[in-house]
């Protein structure tokens, strides 16, 4: 047997159990912290090959939660490449959580302060849970702090530490309870209950103040789910079944009854600037609901000297253009090759099957005299970019995708759990319009106020408080990655003076 020490193998089946369990679609959140007392169990009780057995603890979680691949539509001759993707894709995940293992485990076997390795520990997860999340390259699919999705109070925490402010609580959590478990010291024990007591009751004040934030004014918006299926090249049908659903949707809502008419991405095929077909289907829109549009297109202009190709949302009137935000976080290796544009001569030109699309910049779109933020699909995965929006003002958050690509699979269901996330980061009312399903309206604690299922066509009509009171984690960030990048980084130097002190010694 790869794990030869049977409290090893115990504590190694504990752990994948507790951590599978405690996110969607089990959403036992009170596991989270125990699944990583049962990690640092396993890793006390392990010696040999550290790095390779904690990557496959971990790699049943992210194989289970990336299992959506398979159900991806592609291309024909594409889908071999998928099983391929399924394999390697987790592995990759899995690589950080093995690493904080490895380093863990030499940090805990150390004689240092327990208070030292309390904090160090925690930090080094969160910042290598930010690195893998970040850059054009991150992935922060069902990061740790997700597991929270179900437990109000320590959810609406993220609106004052931000969402890794919840890993390091969660590791944190975990690592206490392992050292009563460990110790059986009673001055840890009476600390982690007065700690557990502490976390709840601050997180009851944040969902208790994000229950009842300011409103001066409302938006009310109709979103419409038409349901249509993306196609991976041009179909007439497609176009078709498209108008055919809007305009059936459109004639159950009253004139003058709604402010913003809100489509999914890629709601109209094609390039929107560019067809005639479109702007009158959207005008026709307009003219029967009085109301303004908001959707996703392909646009095509020329952008820093060059016509450059753009996943956008577009704000129409029946006339014009108000205003537009290009999709700023692209997808690696699907929307573009990343930063494919800066390489020299010909090696511009390489392709091997991903889109050619081109990063826009951050900004809030104008609806009404209030500004909004927009995510288009894979953006409502990262945190930062729904910060950065409300912080320039955006008084409420509209997430448009079009998950179709997902298939039957739970991909469209987590892709949706984590746009309420947004909601509860930044204080904000979420809508959201996916082509296929889920839409859906999200209060700022993370409540589902109204929801159209996968594979429905519906249209939901609400009429959403625009809010500008600022979250102190829009305020000011991720402090929580910065200080635990300070830990870690002095704790590290601190380390290795101290492993050069034992070695003189000896």
Request: with cysteine; proline share 4%.
């Amino acid at each position: 047997m790869f794990i030869k020490n049977r409290d090893s193998l115990l504590w190694a089946v504990l752990f994948i159990f507790t951590y599978i369990l405690s996110f969607y679609p089990f959403n036992l959140y009170f596991l989270a912290p125990v699944s990583f007392t049962f990690l640092f169990a396993f890793l006390d009780s392990t010696e040999k090959n550290i790095l390779i057995k904690s990557a496959l603890l971990f790699y049943p979680f992210y194989a289970f939660h990336t299992f959506w691949i398979l159900h991806l539509q592609v291309e024909k001759g594409v889908e071999k490449f998928l099983i391929l993707g399924l394999i390697l894709l987790p592995l990759y995940l899995s690589l950080y959580p093995a690493l904080f293992s490895l380093i863990s485990k030499k940090i805990i076997s150390k004689t240092y302060n327990t208070a030292y390795k309390i904090l160090f520990v925690p930090s080094l997860w969160v910042v290598l849970e930010y690195i893998k999340s970040s850059s054009v390259f991150g992935f922060p699919w069902m990061d740790l702090y997700y597991s929270q999705l179900n437990h109000p109070e320590l959810a609406s925490l993220s609106s004052i530490t931000g969402p890794y402010g919840l890993s390091f609580i969660i590791v944190a959590l975990g690592y206490l309870f392992f050292l009563i478990y460990k110790s059986r010291d009673k001055i840890i024990l009476y600390s982690t209950i007065a700690l557990v007591f502490f976390i709840e009751l601050t997180g009851f004040l944040a969902y208790n103040r994000l229950k009842n934030l300011k409103t001066d004014s409302k938006l009310k918006v109709a979103v419409l789910q038409p349901n249509i299926l993306p196609k991976n090249i041009y179909d007439p049908l497609e176009w078709v079944k498209t108008k055919d659903s809007l305009l059936y949707l459109t004639q159950k809502i009253k004139k003058d009854s709604v402010d913003l008419i809100v489509l999914s991405e890629s709601a109209i095929p094609g390039y929107f600037r560019y067809s005639l077909r479109a702007t009158r289907l959207l005008k026709a829109i307009h003219d029967s609901t009085g109301a303004l549009v908001l959707f996703g297109t392909q646009d095509k202009r020329k952008v820093k000297g060059a016509y450059r190709t753009l996943n956008t949302a577009m704000l129409f009137d029946g006339h014009t253009i108000l205003d537009l935000y290009d999709k700023h976080h692209l997808v690696p290796f699907g929307e573009w090759f990343p930063y494919q544009y800066k390489l020299p001569g010909k090696l511009k030109d390489i392709n091997l099957g991903w889109g050619d699309f081109f990063p826009g910049n951050i900004k809030t779109v104008k609806i009404m005299g209030h500004k909004a933020g927009i995510l288009i699909c894979f953006e409502s995965i990262f945190p930062e970019i729904s910060r950065k929006m409300a912080k320039m003002g955006a008084e409420v958050l509209f997430v448009i995708t079009n998950d179709g690509w997902f298939g039957k699979s739970k991909g469209p269901v987590e892709h949706f759990e984590m746009s309420r996330f947004r909601s509860t980061e930044t204080g904000r009312y979420v809508v959201r319009s996916a082509k296929t399903g889920i839409s859906a309206i999200i209060d700022p604690t993370g409540r589902v106020v109204k929801k159209l299922g996968l594979f429905k066509k519906g249209i939901l009509i609400y009429n959403v408080p625009l809010i500008k009171e600022k979250t102190f984690y829009t305020r000011y960030g991720e402090f929580v990655v910065v200080l635990s990048f300070l830990i870690v980084l002095v704790f590290l130097v601190y380390n290795n003076l101290y492993t050069l002190k034992e070695r003189r010694h000896t």
